[in-house]
């Protein structure tokens, strides 16, 4: 702790010339692959390229929520295990990701919303996550400053109360997993942007990036946001993805207020109170398609009328820092993770919208067996991309999702 | 402790006096006081500790840049006290000590700074596992500042403005006047934001000169007495600006006064164009304990002798680094502060009025000298001083320490607005590179500090904006551009980054206690630029935002670093000043669409859900399971408000063409006294609307869609179109006409009652479609439907006239126990008939043929392009998709919970709805199953919520429950 400190993710290094794998994007996927890919497939001769620096994506916008009580039983068994790992990584790379699990407390306004509530906990139930509906007064009994009159716009009738969820240090988990998979001789290139993917017969040749050129057979796509124009751009596949500004903000830090992570999909809001104090809170995307990462003000307003509204001892708290990251959507709110099709060595990990971070550490470990092995493992085998073309969506959310300008 | 009570310069009031209760004691302080300076007329210097280290922290900028005078006041916590004005009666309390802000217990931590190196909770706490939970608990009690209680109510009234500008000045110094006034002169209209209570920056305060003699706190009086006389500003004084969004979108809040009639105002601004006239701020000086209370910035020092009538300190050392450092050591000491030396970090370049005026006070001044040490433990005792290669030092004792590097231009609503932002090597101040479309800079920030300047290029950047919103003022603006290119230019700035010193009592940062020490190990660990250190460090991030370290992080990163490009400041994000969530939702009124006939609903005892924009009577009585509502429409007849749906008539030539083009059916088909139930598909072939089509006319035609597609309905069609160029019309009726909906065996004997044509079932049957006048007036469009599956009446009436309808159908049904029934009945008595509900048994993973409707598609309608045929031609072969099927609980005593899974050993599906019927005593209901478990007398395991291992069964049955063959609704 007092020793000499050296850089965290090594020295800086040269860019050679050829790596056994390149992941493009310094972010959670990225990161959590090169680390298991090094730690667990012996494929220590990877190249990640940043084209700014590690966490500047989604990676350090995002409000750092987990939770493992998704709807369907392709996700609820990935997210479980992503939510198992994080004091196992915690330990592994003895680096403090800080889990707070608290709890997330699920509010529901309808009846017709604890109906489609209770399937989301008898999934969980069924798949051993610990799950429950609680009624309004329940879910008052563990967020005292909830607002459960009658009086507000979306009365609470109750919640999906997930008790081993919370948050994890969004930031910690990137330094630690870059600290891991560096001391593991995994290269990690700051300000290096990939610019084109090359490929020949069929396969993946190399990247070029602004610092020359890297010859390859193996690349992974995992830049958050950006994957879907890369793709595009530099292989020429339509990927169904819809890029939109999320945003999230933080209140000046307070003592202990909030010892939940509390959402509303009514009020299109969640807040949660971080280690620091701040009560960081969030809503929907923007609902039009853009790559800005632009505040509006439309945004932070709607946010204090929702939080006025069920949670009104925060009228008396002010906000202190709002801010924009992307989230890349699919049609059916499940991510994309695919490779060898339709270009062998082409691995793509995208289409995570917001909720990528919760998820990162599993599909880091089964990206990376995927990549060594060129084989998919069974528990990723439901988020192909070829879905889409079938028209098989995995169902992820009840009501059916858009984000084109039909929307 | 004495006021300074006839300066000229004063906002203050000494004749009424205020008084709050600061730690059980009352204080005097004075109308114009802030509650910060008049705890320091009370003599209160600590006024709370800092967030790791609990140091005390008293006065500092006065600005607010920092959560040094954060306080909790009248149960509000971190109020910035040094911004908010005083009011008679407050209460106010310290925060984040544990005993008092003067004797702090916890204020031993200072002392274990050794343990807490930059991003120390990583690297500790975790081992072994079990402390982390309690240690966390105790991090959470240690970190964050204020208090608030989960049952606060905020009181006060918030309200809201949305305004239109042409010109709108970010600023209310002489720059922002004068700005103001030049863009007024042509006519436009203008707005005037100032954050302080009161016009002037930072001529209000000062002494010094305008070219031609007069004093600039006169000039700063003159300029604003001529503002508020001139009719096309709008001046808003205490109304700090927050953000700046596309196309100069401005935010604001203001601070209401006390006949305000509000609390606090939100104020959102459309401006063609924006002048910039924020000033400048000063930049921290590093050295160590250069947060002592008793170290003050120069701007502090001075506003509090001149603004507030509180010589800041008994004996003063100055180290300083620019000319209004000096100019306010002259003026203190006029007023009666004991100077004990002023050092001036330059070697050179001073104003030699300045340094002549300070030689003929007998000021001691040293040149090319800098603080390096404030001394005393909780106030200021001494200081060292040092030159700044760090070779020689002498003490100074004193109470006061007046440190400023320099000055540093409040960038922040540049950056908001997306400027590049560049550094300017000569006055070392972060500057736009590129500035935003329609936004221009004037006075301080621009790096000049000449009044008469400042003046000329405040009335510059107005002209140009007003210029930029349409005004032809171009002359002006080229006559005005030369003269203050005659005048002096941006000075030369102080560039000295830090102190001789080490840092390890130097703070970066106040907010998190941040030291230099830290960002140094910040950087060797990797976080080699601003934006990383900021994270991994914790620097600007705390209640005051970049405001403290937000100049000095990116030079001290390139310093230390050696780096050779050009530093980069950190992003700044809005809300510039940190504003309530009370002030962010002003009125925060709900907005919902509520049916004509609403209240008479309510006044039925009607129990109202939102569903989607609309408010709906879910319930009549507190039963929820509706029994008797059901069994009315069942037996008697029962009246359902449903004007919800969404209503739309299209026509045009092409008018068909649309409907083809978004229904699955065969629209050709819609005939004029009959009604066609079809559907719409997107392109996975998923249901996503359904609805009746009926044909009024040639290219004529009246459709509906569910509650909440009716939104969306116009663009969808007009988004499938889009190519085609073909010509009709869509027009929303949605909320010109309402629906009821009559229903049961006794309906007709109703409807006979208040029309009359012929109602029987030959001359209007199931499915058909009528139009009649009720009572000679009232224009009624009738649909003979069968959801419920009764015989049924929907009656579309123009929304003005649905209570008198609704109305007259109470009075003639009375005699046949006519009664409302609401959304749940509704529910229940369809589920019993199999007629699904949108989204309750269709989802994202169900097509049109999953759940049943396949009859609905027409295959052979290729050229229409029907959205979504492609996907449902392909689903036609697809195995194992969910499907919707009929399903009766073996024990009728037991419904299964809506939402429950049907398993194996995987999910295999789950129940949709399910009832236990009051008509048939049946446990019934609808659930989407895997294909493979669809056929008639499958036995399905259903796995319940908190079912501890027992599962309860069910088999597939077919459907529908009640009435198969459809007699009650088609008679
Ligand atoms: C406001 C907000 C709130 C969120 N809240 C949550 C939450 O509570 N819980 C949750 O689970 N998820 C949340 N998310 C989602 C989560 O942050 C993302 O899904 C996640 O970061 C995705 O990880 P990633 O590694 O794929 O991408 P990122 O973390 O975005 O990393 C991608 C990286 O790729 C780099 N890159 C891009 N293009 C190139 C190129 N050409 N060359 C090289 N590098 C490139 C980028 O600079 C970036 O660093 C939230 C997101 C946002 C924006």
């Not at chain 2, 004996?315 to 100077?339: C, M, Q, R, T, Y």
């Amino acid at each position: 702790m007092l020793g000499k400190r050296k850089p965290l993710w090594g020295k800086k290094k040269r860019l050679k010339s050829s790596y056994d794998a390149v992941i493009i994007g310094g972010g959670l996927h990225g990161l959590a692959t090169a680390y298991y890919l090094a730690k667990e497939q012996g494929l220590t001769d990877v190249a990640i390229i940043e084209k700014r620096y590690i966490g500047l994506g989604g990676a350090g916008r995002n409000t750092a929520i987990v939770r493992a009580n998704q709807r369907t039983q392709e996700n609820v068994p990935l997210y479980k295990e992503a939510l198992d790992l994080w004091p196992v990584l915690t330990k592994e790379l003895d680096f403090n990701l800080m889990f707070n699990n608290c709890g997330n407390v699920n509010l529901m306004h309808s009846e017709a919303a604890m109906k489609a509530a209770r399937m989301n906990v008898a999934t969980a139930q069924f798949h051993g996550v610990e799950s429950h509906l609680i009624d309004a007064k329940e879910a008052k009994a563990l967020v005292p400053a909830l607002n459960i009159s009658e009086d507000i716009t979306y009365p609470i009738h109750g919640a999906m109360y997930h008790p081993p969820g919370g948050i994890v240090r969004h930031d910690a988990v990137v330094w630690g997993l870059a600290k891991g998979a560096a001391k593991q001789g995994v290269h990690i290139h700051q300000q290096t942007e990939a610019t084109a993917i090359h490929t020949g017969g069929g396969r993946i040749t190399g990247v070029e990036t602004t610092r020359g050129r890297i010859s390859t057979n193996r690349v992974l796509v995992s830049a958050g946001g950006y994957s879907a124009g890369i793709i595009n751009r530099m292989l020429g596949l339509r990927l169904p993805i819809s890029v939109l500004t999320i945003q999230a903000m933080v209140t000046q830090p307070l003592k202990p207020i909030l010892d939940h992570v509390v959402s509303s999909g009514a009020y299109h809001c969640y807040a949660n109170q971080t280690l620091k104090g701040e009560i960081a809170t969030g809503a929907h995307m923007d609902p039009w398609p853009n790559y800005t990462t632009q505040n509006t003000a439309h945004y932070i307003k709607h946010q204090a009328e929702a939080l006025s509204d069920w949670l009104p001892c925060l009228r008396g708290v002010k906000f202190m820092r709002i801010w924009g990251g992307l989230a890349d959507m699919t049609p059916d709110m499940a991510p994309i993770m695919d490779g060898n099709d339709p270009v062998g060595g082409l691995y793509m990990d995208c289409g995570w919208g917001y909720f990528g971070f919760k998820s990162c550490s599993a599909v880091g470990k089964y990206m990376a067996q995927y990549m060594a092995t060129g084989n998919c493992p069974d528990i990723l085998k439901p988020f192909h991309l070829r879905r889409y073309e079938n028209h098989r969506l995995m169902g992820e959310t009840a009501a059916l999702v858009n984000y084109t300008p039909d929307n | 402790m004495n006021r300074l009570n006839q300066l000229p310069t004063l906002r203050i009031d000494p004749a009424v006096n205020h008084s709050l209760t600061y730690r059980g004691r009352t204080y005097q302080g004075v109308a114009g006081d802030t509650v910060a300076t008049a705890l320091f007329a009370n003599g209160v210097r600590i006024f709370g500790r800092s967030l790791k280290y609990h140091r005390p922290r008293g006065l500092y900028s006065l600005d607010g840049e920092c959560s040094n005078t954060c306080m909790e006041v009248d149960g509000i916590p971190n109020v910035r006290a040094e911004n908010t004005l005083l009011e008679n009666g407050m209460t106010v309390k310290e925060q984040n000590v544990k005993g008092s802000a003067e004797r702090d217990w916890l204020g031993f931590m200072d002392k274990l700074d050794w343990m807490m190196p930059a991003g120390f909770y990583y690297k500790i706490m975790h081992k072994p596992a079990a402390i982390w939970p309690m240690a966390m608990k105790q991090i959470r009690k240690a970190a964050g500042l204020g208090i608030i209680s989960a049952d606060h109510k905020m009181k006060g009234r918030y309200d809201e403005q949305f305004l239109k500008a042409e010109v709108t000045v970010i600023g209310g110094g002489a720059a922002g006047m004068a700005a103001a006034l030049a863009a007024a002169q042509s006519g436009r209209r203008v707005i005037l934001l100032e954050s302080r209570p009161h016009l002037g920056g930072c001529f209000d305060y000062r002494v010094s000169t305008t070219s031609d003699g007069t004093p600039l706190h006169e000039r700063a009086r003159q300029l604003a007495e001529k503002v508020k006389q001139t009719t096309n500003i709008r001046l808003f004084e205490h109304t700090s600006m927050v953000g700046a969004y596309n196309n100069n979108l401005i935010t604001a809040f203001q601070v209401g006064k006390a006949d305000d009639g509000f609390t606090e105002c939100y104020i959102e601004i459309r401006s063609d164009s924006v002048v910039v006239a924020t000033g400048c701020i000063e930049r921290p000086l590093l050295f160590d304990n250069n947060e002592r209370p008793g170290v003050m910035q120069v701007g502090c020092a001075h506003r509090l002798a001149r603004t507030y009538g509180l010589l800041p300190g008994n004996a003063a050392v100055f180290s300083v680094g620019h000319n209004p450092g000096l100019e306010a050591a002259v003026d203190l000491f006029d007023l009666g502060l004991k100077i004990n030396c002023v050092a001036d970090i330059r070697e050179d370049g001073q104003d030699p009025a300045l340094l002549l005026a300070l030689t003929e006070r007998k000021i001691p001044v040293l040149k090319g000298w800098v603080a390096t040490k404030a001394h005393g433990s909780k106030m200021v005792q001494k200081a060292t001083l040092c030159t700044i290669d760090g070779m020689v030092k002498r003490q100074f004792s004193c109470d006061l320490l007046v440190a400023s590097a320099g000055l540093t231009p409040v960038s922040g609503p540049f950056i908001l607005a997306q400027a590049i932002m560049g550094y300017d090597d000569h006055t070392g101040y972060f500057l736009p590179d590129q500035l935003p479309e329609k936004m221009f800079p004037a006075g301080r920030i621009t790096g000049i500090n000449d009044p008469d300047a400042i003046e000329t290029s405040g009335r510059l950047a107005g002209l140009e904006a007003a210029s930029a919103a349409g005004a032809d003022l171009w002359t002006k603006v080229a006559e005005t551009r030369n003269a203050l290119a005659a005048m002096p230019g941006p000075e030369r700035g102080c560039k000295l980054v830090i102190a001789p010193v080490k840092g390890r009592k130097s703070f970066i940062c106040f907010d998190e206690d941040a030291t230099v020490k830290s960002v140094k190990q910040a950087i060797d660990q990797g976080f080699d630029v601003p934006e990383l250190v900021k994270r991994f460090a914790g620097v600007g991030l705390g209640p005051g935002q970049g405001g403290i370290p937000g100049h000095n992080l990116p030079l001290f990163v390139a310093k230390y670093t050696a780096s050779k490009e050009t530093p980069k400041p950190t992003t700044v994000r809005p809300p510039l000043v940190p504003a309530f969530i009370a002030t962010y939702a002003g009125y925060n009124h709900h907005m919902f669409k509520r049916t004509p006939i609403h209240h008479s609903q309510k006044a039925d005892g009607g129990i109202f859900r939102n569903i989607g924009v609309w408010q709906r009577a879910r319930y009549f009585t507190a039963d929820v399971d509706c029994k008797e509502e059901i069994l009315n429409v069942r037996n008697n007849v029962g009246m359902l408000d449903a004007s919800t749906l969404g209503k739309f008539r299209i026509h045009g030539p092409d008018a068909l063409k649309a409907l083809q083009r978004v229904y699955v059916s065969d629209m050709g088909k819609a005939g004029k006294d009959r009604i066609k139930y079809s559907a719409m598909c997107n392109d996975d072939g998923c249901v996503i609307d359904d609805g009746v089509v009926v044909k009024r006319g040639e290219n004529d035609y009246y459709f509906t869609t569910s509650t909440g597609r009716a939104g969306q309905t116009a663009e969808w069609i007009r988004y499938h179109t889009r190519y085609d160029n073909w010509d009709f019309h869509l027009v929303n009726l949605t909320d010109a006409m309402g629906v009821i909906n009559l229903s049961g065996p006794n309906a007709r004997k109703v409807l006979t009652k208040v029309v009359d044509i012929d109602l029987s079932n030959e001359a209007f049957p199931f499915s058909g479609y009528r139009e009649f006048y009720i009572q000679d007036t009232i224009f009624t469009r009738a649909l003979r439907l069968g959801f419920v599956g009764e015989l049924s009446y929907e009656l579309h009436v123009p929304s003005s006239y649905m209570q008198a309808v609704w109305d007259l159908l109470t009075e003639a049904g009375k005699a046949f126990g006519i009664r409302n029934f609401g959304v749940e009945a509704q529910n229940v008595l369809r589920m019993e008939k199999g007629h699904i509900i949108l989204g309750q048994e269709s989802e994202q993973r169900t097509n049109l043929l999953d759940v049943g409707l396949g009859f609905l598609w027409d295959r052979s309608k290729t050229v229409a392009r029907t959205v979504g045929a492609v996907a449902l031609r392909q689903a036609a072969n697809d195995t194992g998709r969910l499907t919707l099927v009929g399903i009766r609980m073996e024990d009728d005593a037991r419904p299964a919970r809506d939402g429950s899974l049907i398993v194996d050993n995987k999910v295999r599906g789950y129940v949709a709805t399910m009832r236990r019927s009051f008509t048939s005593g049946e446990a019934v209901g609808m659930a989407l199953v895997e294909s493979q478990l669809a056929g008639a007398g499958t036995r399905l395991e259903i796995f319940e919520d908190e079912c501890n291992g027992v599962r309860i069964y069910a088999r597939v049955v077919p459907m529908p429950f009640y009435d198969p063959e459809g007699e009650r609704m088609k008679s």
